[in-house]
């Protein structure tokens, strides 16, 4: 479940709500445990709302988790009280996703009024107790224009750790294909402008499911590949020639199925 509704998500909002219960949970964080894993996260939908969120973040606690990271929406820590009773219970993580420079064009993403002021307080509030939270942004038709903009609001926040994401056309995104699916060659002169942000700011930077060929330049900025080849990715026979064949995640298969293989142009050693 999730107190947003986002016009972009991967979730289809029209299905109807699933979250694991506390059971299911509580024996996957034993057996993470039992195979050493220290670092655990908890995401979505929201996990925010859930009724058991304290029990589920004191288990993990009680187990040994070293690394509690809570990967939200952040509109609940606009709530001073909650925040300070996920802190106590262990989280010592976080992770916030905005996706907007203001109240007008966020409050549309996420089609629910008033959640833009509650996620930027939300990160306020992390900031006053000590904590700097990552940053998720998709990069979508409707907010790619203002990507330099979203870094510098986030800059006014001091923080320092961004991860941009390409749109994943699945549930509402491909409801919504033709609204919130920009081509790639629209959205790289504004990824590229938010590069420099970031690098004149010392930010670190990190972006998701974009090929390689696309934005040489910022090729630095790449996250690992995801290997989702033939799942929901897909690359043309152009690519075999490539230098980065192996460590890139291609096109979104949607996405090829609309847009083509034009834009990719495969990089070849000199």
Known sequence: ????????????????????????????????????????????????????????????????????????NGRMYCYPDFLEKIIKAGVNGFTVSIHAHNASLGDYLSRSKGSFTQTTTGIKNLRKMGFIPNINIV???LNYKHLPEI??????????????????????????????????????????????ICDKNNISLTINSLPFCILPECNRYKDEPYNILNKINIKPEKCNSCIYFEVCDGLRKEYAKKFGFKEIMPIKNN
Do not use: Q, W
Request: a positive charge; one cysteine or more.
């Open 139 to 141: 990069i979508n038709k």
């Open 1 to 72: 479940m999730c107190n947003n509704n986002c016009r972009f998500c991967v979730i289809d909002h029209n299905e109807k709500p699933r979250n694991t219960c506390f059971e299911d949970i509580e024996k996957e964080l034993e057996v993470f445990r039992e195979k050493g894993i220290r670092e655990i996260a908890f995401v979505g939908g929201e996990v925010t709302i859930r009724r058991d969120i304290i029990e589920m973040i004191s288990l993990a606690k009680k187990l040994g988790y070293a690394k509690i990271r809570i990967v939200s």
């Open 151 to 196: 870094i510098s609001l986030l800059n006014s926040f001091d923080i320092n750790n961004i991860r941009m994401s390409i749109i994943n056309p699945e549930g509402n995104a491909m409801t919504n294909f033709n609204e919130v699916v920009p081509t790639l060659t629209e959205i790289t002169p504004y990824i590229k402008k938010s590069a420099k």
